[in-house]
C-alpha cells in the first residue's frame, strides 16, 4: 500500500460525458501528479500540483482540467470524453523525506469511454 | 527532447540473473530511477542513481553511466513474482516541476 488513494476504481462511461477522478496523496506529500497510462502511448505525463498551485504541464488536452484542494486532495476533470481518452489514469505524490524522483503511485482508476 | 529506449521484452528463468537496459537523452539530468509495474497494478519505485556506479537493493542492483547516458537494472535470482513491467524514468527537465518521463517500460517474464 503506497497511502496514496484514488476513486473510483473502475469508470465507465459514454462518448461525450464528464467525470471526476480523485486522489489524496501520502500524508505529509505536497506534490501531486497525474499520469494516463495507455497501451499504445505508455506511461504519460499530465500534469503537476504543489501545494495548492499548478507546478508543471504536460500532454493533457484542453478537454482535461485538474486541481489540488486545501486539504491536499486532488482531482481530475475529463469531459466532451472520446472513445481514445479510455485508459489507466494514476496519480502519485512526492515529499521532501524520501530520494528525489521517489513517487508513489495510487492504485489506478482504469476509465473505459464506449 | 527527451528519450529513454529500452527493451519491450525480456525472458527468463527461476533463479536467473537478468539485466534491464536503459539510454537516454535529455537536455538536463538529475538521475535515473526505475519502477516496477505488476499488470493491471500501480508503478512502484525500485531505485534511484544520480552518480556513476552500481546502487544495490536486496536482489535489485541498479547501475547509472552519465558519460554514456546508460544505465541498467539487474535482477538476480529471480522468482516468478518478478515477471511484472520495469520503466526506467528521468526529470522532465523541459518542465518546472519534477515530473518524470517514463521509458516504454521491458515486459519480463519470468519461467520455472
Known amino acids: 500500500d503506497s497511502g496514496v488513494t484514488q476513486t473510483p476504481k473502475h469508470l465507465i462511461t459514454a462518448t461525450g460525458q464528464r467525470v471526476t477522478l480523485r486522489c489524496s496523496p501520502r500524508?505529509?506529500?505536497?506534490?501531486v501528479y497525474w499520469y494516463q497510462q495507455s497501451l499504445d502511448q505508455g506511461l504519460q505525463f499530465l500534469i503537476q500540483?504543489?501545494?495548492?498551485?499548478?507546478?508543471a504541464k504536460g500532454n493533457i488536452l484542453e478537454r482535461f482540467s485538474a486541481q489540488q484542494f486545501p486539504d491536499l486532495h486532488s482531482e481530475l476533470n475529463l469531459s466532451s470524453l472520446e472513445l481514445g481518452d479510455s485508459a489507466l489514469y494514476f496519480c502519485?505524490?512526492?515529499?521532501?523525506?524520501?530520494?528525489?524522483?521517489?513517487?508513489?503511485f495510487g492504485p489506478g482508476t482504469r476509465l473505459t469511454v464506449l | 527532447g527527451q528519450s529513454l529506449e529500452q527493451p519491450s521484452e525480456v525472458t527468463a528463468v527461476e533463479g536467473a540473473i537478468v539485466q534491464i537496459n536503459c539510454t537516454y537523452q535529455t537536455s538536463g539530468f538529475y538521475g535515473l530511477s526505475w519502477y516496477q509495474q505488476h499488470d493491471g497494478g500501480a508503478p512502484t519505485f525500485l531505485s534511484y542513481?544520480?552518480?556513476?556506479g552500481l546502487e544495490e537493493t536486496g536482489r535489485f542492483s541498479s547501475f547509472l553511466s552519465r558519460s554514456d547516458s546508460y544505465g541498467y537494472l539487474l535482477l538476480q535470482e529471480l522468482q516468478m513474482k518478478d515477471s511484472a513491467s520495469y520503466f526506467c524514468?528521468?526529470?522532465?527537465?523541459?518542465?518546472?516541476?519534477?515530473?518524470?518521463?517514463f521509458g516504454k517500460g521491458t515486459t519480463l517474464s519470468v519461467s520455472s
Open positions: 500540483y504543489y501545494n495548492g498551485e499548478e507546478r
Open positions: 500524508s505529509g506529500d505536497l506534490s
Open positions: 524514468a528521468v526529470r522532465d527537465t523541459n518542465q518546472a516541476g519534477t515530473a518524470l518521463i
Open positions: 542513481n544520480a552518480l556513476d
Open positions: 502519485a505524490s512526492s515529499g521532501p523525506d524520501r530520494a528525489p524522483d521517489t513517487q508513489y
